[in-house]
């Protein structure tokens, strides 16, 4: 059957057109969900056509990996929380880098069993393929823990980028060793050093980078998967890994920036300054839920700040009922979204959509942050170090030189938080003890609650 290849050839490019398609469509939160529909029906043609591939081998195998791969997923797509997608992304980040680098693994022991080399090209592609794509996996697995709460925010030790560069170090050569020999020795001490290498990388980066490691990761994936591509000379693979390795690239860029960070600085030194933190004056002022509510009840404009707290309280929809009652009353209203804001990259965007917040009312923080001047409250639901001044006014904090939303420049500003607590970079926050600042202590879901039974008081009980 002459005719399999080119079909399966026809099918990756109508593949790689449906990936085309849907990436474009996922750059607006009002086309996003198809073009996710788009390139998941591409990568389902390109998985079909593969097992017409001639001389294709185990093929039971790959179909019950295949069965119990997309089992797993559709269980945990299903069940797992919204406040749980960052650690859901990091671990499909490294779910990714670890498929690339056991094809890297099961290729180069093939090559060492059969004694004929393939092309240099092949080789050094393959080595370095696998070498993104444990330090992918490995650190992913890390970021997960790290999100998920089952490990400290950040781990270091005297020396110790000096002992991560001779890992890094130790496996480059490792992977040239192999390149030269392919002895099977050599091949398990190259995947050692990349898995720790990724231990490693990820062990000392602080919760405030999060957001960037992760997108980092999902670059190194794709990179990682387009390189094995070529080894398989497997189109698909390779059009798909230069797609999510671009995309990622492009989005680590652009939340680096967001913070004022180069990847260098995230991956290889502490946020922000040394030295002694300032000291923060005044004190935190509770306010009740009804006064609150009058507050912005017969304000001109408000301002909401969403954060990772809104999205652990599962706020967002009574925060969209808030936001309803106020709009009838004829208050401007508007959601301001820091680029970092959460534990991944549109995080907010996510949750506030679930709830049916309209995108024109959702600005992000370049548009937003000359309007608080002349905001007349700015409601703040768990949101921390994104509003933290300190960020501009000393150089000593972790979080100097991370652009914010000027929160503080509001003529009031309520923050909805549980307690006294620090935000995800574990500092404190001086917006909180600000003139202007009065705290609404509680759950952020019941703290919504109380302003629209308040508000609806306010309207004669409507």
Not at 271 to 296: H, N, T, Y
Request: aromatic letters at 6%; charged letters at 15%.
């Amino acid at each position: 059957m002459s005719w399999l290849p080119l079909l399966v050839k026809a099918s990756y490019l109508v593949a790689a057109t449906l990936f085309l398609l849907g990436l474009q469509r996922m750059a607006s939160p009002k086309t996003a969900r198809s073009g996710i529909q788009w390139a998941g029906a591409g990568m389902l043609i390109a998985t079909f056509a593969t097992f017409l591939l001639p001389g294709l081998h185990n093929l039971p195998l790959i179909a019950t990996a295949l069965v119990i791969g997309t089992a797993a997923a559709w269980i945990s797509g299903k069940k797992v929380a919204i406040t749980d997608m960052p650690q859901m992304v990091a671990l499909y980040n490294g779910m990714g880098g670890g498929s690339a680098a056991a094809i890297g693994a099961v290729e180069l022991l093939r090559f060492s069993s059969e004694g004929a080399a393939p092309s240099i090209t092949t080789l050094v592609l393959g080595v370095v393929g696998a070498l993104i794509g444990a330090v992918s996996l490995s650190g992913s697995i890390i970021a997960w823990a790290k999100l998920d709460g089952r490990m400290d925010k950040r781990y270091t030790f005297p020396g110790q980028q000096f002992f991560n560069a001779a890992v890094a170090i130790a496996a480059v050569v490792l992977g040239g060793i192999v390149i030269h020999s392919l002895g099977v020795p050599m091949i398990i001490a190259f995947f050692i050093c990349a898995l720790a290498l990724g231990v490693l990388m990820t062990l000392p980066i602080g919760g405030a980078d999060m957001p960037v490691v992760i997108s980092l990761y999902n670059a190194l994936t794709g990179l990682a998967v387009a390189f094995e591509g070529y080894v398989l000379q497997n189109e698909a693979l390779i059009i798909a890994g230069m797609m999510v390795g671009a995309a990622g690239t492009l989005l680590t860029q652009l939340m680096a920036k967001a913070m004022n960070r180069s990847i260098k600085s995230v991956l290889f030194s502490n946020f922000g300054g040394g030295g002694a933190l300032q000291e923060i004056s005044g004190s935190q002022k509770p306010i009740e839920a009804g006064d609150v509510a009058a507050m912005m009840a017969y304000a001109e404009r408000v301002v909401i700040v969403p954060g990772y707290g809104m999205a652990v309280a599962q706020a967002q929809h009574k925060i969209w009922e808030l936001t309803q009652k106020l709009i009838e009353r004829g208050v401007k209203v508007k959601f301001a979204i820091h680029p970092v804001a959460g534990r991944m990259p549109g995080h907010m965007n996510v949750l506030l959509a679930e709830a049916g917040v309209p995108y024109d009312l959702i600005a992000d923080m370049d548009d937003i942050n000359p309007e608080f001047a002349v905001t007349d409250v700015s409601l703040v639901i768990g949101a921390n170090d994104v509003v933290n001044p300190v960020a501009k006014t000393d150089p000593a904090s972790p979080i100097y030189g991370m652009p914010i939303l000027d929160v503080v420049n509001s003529k009031n500003t309520i923050v909805i938080k549980r307690g006294k607590g620090t935000g995800f970079a574990g500092i404190e926050n001086a917006l909180f003890y600000a003139d202007n600042t009065r705290m609404l202590y509680g759950d952020g879901a019941e703290m919504a609650a109380a302003l629209v039974s308040e508000l609806k008081a306010l309207d004669g009980g409507h």
